[in-house]
């Protein structure tokens, strides 16, 4: 496996500097910039906006372990080495609690739906979001305990996500996922559509029983953000300047919606005060984009075992990521293969070598870098507490995963 890994590592060592990165507003998808950057950015091409953001960064990585980075003593006081550990208290029975949500009398269309809810995959998003309960339940009025319908919007944030999963993997013909075959290679396209939907419904279910108007219309826009990030990414902009804005709009769509509204709706439920809602719209925000950034990252530094899916899938698929976009502008004649969307025999072994032999991997990296300090920069603003630390640690951990 040594020899599938690329031969440097991000670390997360860094931490947010005393003065902000600048504000972020919730209608903005763009990279968070320093504020000398502020008022240059209305001249300035989006593309070299993105460029000139990055380059804040020295080109070089700290070597390290995982354990180096992963491990540390909250600014809240307490010791602890997995933000994760700390997230699971409150997510036992995750998925059998999500599987009793899907009452399904028929055997196969039970077994197709409860597929993936085997417990083998990350939770990184119901982590997040009882992180986030706690944190922002402890800011509001000191309360250590996650309400029932918080818990719930955890277990709604991963059926809404698995049931994008399902559907993914028709329309981009995927054959393996979490390392196993994909519902569209055992059971047909069709009833992997029809499964998908069964998901999405039983989560719709969920979030009606909690009965607040404001938390649905919260998430239903993470379904309209799916849809829409889907048709994005079906599409393309000739203009390469265009086309990076078009890329982060459909990462947000895609990804990072999701984290946002689930992070704004448990707020919501804890706390009456919409600047923590929109510091955990933020966070979620900021986040979910640099988890799809290092996961475009990973597309290309990764071996399939470790993703537990092919790489190179985005070109296959003729979707020209970050690591291609930073590319192009070293190599130009990528243009005309991102155009054609790898279409032509020969055309994804040459952009991925392409790929490899620029900086575009670590433009990515430190773009991801980017969103992970804002995050940090917006979560750092609630009280103090262990879940609050976690979270900050856990946007560190977002740079350092390989799968």
């Not at 996500?161 to 559907?167: D, I, N, P, R, W």
């Not at 203009?239 to 709706?265: G, Q, V």
């Amino acid at each position: 496996m040594a020899s599938c890994r690329w031969p440097w590592r991000r670390c997360c060592s860094w931490r947010p500097a005393a003065r902000s990165p600048g504000p972020s507003s919730p209608g903005r998808v763009g990279p968070p910039g320093p504020p000398s950057t502020a008022d240059a950015s209305a001249q300035m091409p989006y593309f070299n906006l993105v460029k000139s953001l990055t380059s804040a960064f020295p080109n070089r990585f700290h070597h390290s372990t995982s354990a180096s980075c992963c491990h540390s003593r909250t600014q809240s006081g307490e010791q602890y080495s997995d933000p994760f550990k700390l997230g699971w208290r409150d997510l036992t029975g995750l998925y059998e609690d999500i599987r009793k949500e899907l009452l399904i009398s028929t055997t196969e269309l039970k077994e197709m739906s409860e597929y993936y809810f085997d417990g083998k995959g990350k939770a990184f998003r119901p982590i997040i979001v009882v992180l986030m309960a706690r944190a922002c339940n402890i800011h509001h009025n000191n309360s250590r305990d996650v309400q029932a319908s918080q818990r719930s919007i955890a277990l709604i944030a991963e059926m809404i996500h698995t049931a994008s999963l399902v559907h993914d993997d028709v329309i981009d013909d995927a054959s393996s996922r979490r390392g196993k075959h994909t519902v569209n290679k055992i059971w047909g396209e069709k009833k992997a559509v029809l499964a998908g939907d069964l998901i999405l419904s039983a989560a719709s279910i969920a979030l009606a029983r909690i009965g607040n108007t404001t938390v649905i219309s919260i998430l239903t826009q993470v379904i309209e953000d799916l849809v829409r990030g889907e048709f994005l990414q079906l599409g393309s902009k000739e203009n390469e300047t265009e086309r990076f804005a078009h890329y982060l709009e459909k990462t947000f769509k895609k990804t990072a919606s999701l984290i946002a509204n689930s992070c704004k709706a448990v707020s919501v439920l804890g706390c009456p005060d919409p600047v923590v809602h929109e510091i955990a719209y933020q966070y979620g925000k900021n986040v979910g984009i640099a988890f799809q950034l290092i996961d475009d990252v990973l597309d290309f530094t990764s071996c399939s075992d470790q993703m537990g899916k092919p790489t190179s899938a985005d070109l296959k698929l003729g979707l020209a990521t970050g690591p291609v976009l930073f590319a192009c502008q070293q190599f130009p004649e990528m243009n005309a293969m991102i155009m054609r969307r790898f279409s032509l025999p020969g055309d994804v072994d040459r952009a991925r070598q392409y790929v490899l032999q620029s900086d575009g991997v670590q433009q990515t990296t430190y773009l991801a870098q980017r969103y992970c300090h804002e995050a940090i920069r917006e979560i750092s603003k609630l009280r103090p507490s262990p879940e609050r630390d976690a979270l900050i640690q856990l946007s560190e951990i977002v740079l350092t995963r390989e799968k």
